[in-house]
Nanobody, 123 residues
Framework: QVQLVESGGGSVQSGGSLKLSCVAS????????LGWFRQAPGKEREGVAS???????TYADSVKGRFTISKDNAKNILYLQMNSLKPEDTGMYFC?????????????????WGQGTQVTVSS
């Protein structure tokens, strides 16, 4: 079992930055791939970025060059640095965990989820 708690969301103007954090706890948490997903009102949940246990990262095309995923293995904290934010980045952002072999951008393959943190970008 893995427990995930996100923080760092808020409201920002277009072009601004936010840094999300996710504290991971539970048994063998370091053996899991961690990722960020988001869901806008009326839309399906979509993958944003993920980081495998070996450190390899994957990004959605829509955030490449603007967002950076990282993790502090000593503290079991996952981060998402978001720069050059756009109104279309608005949504609830979720931290999630899965095993490496299932680490695609399909949210159905991620069994563990946090409660989410809201990001609102105004134009």
């Amino acid at each position: 079992q893995v427990q995930l708690v996100e923080s760092g969301g808020g409201s920002v103007q277009s072009g601004g930055s936010l840094k999300l954090s996710c504290v991971a706890s539970g048994s063998r948490v370091r053996s899991y791939c961690l990722g960020w997903f988001r869901q806008a009102p009326g839309k399906e949940r979509e993958g944003v970025a993920s980081i495998r246990t070996d450190g390899n990262t994957t990004y959605a095309d829509s955030v490449k060059g603007r967002f950076t995923i990282s993790k502090d293995n000593a503290k079991n904290i996952l981060y998402l640095q978001m720069n050059s934010l756009k109104p279309e980045d608005t949504g609830m952002y979720f931290c999630a965990a899965t095993i490496d072999i299932l680490a695609t951008m399909n949210p159905r393959l991620w069994p563990y989820w946090g409660q989410g943190t809201q990001v609102t970008v105004s134009s």
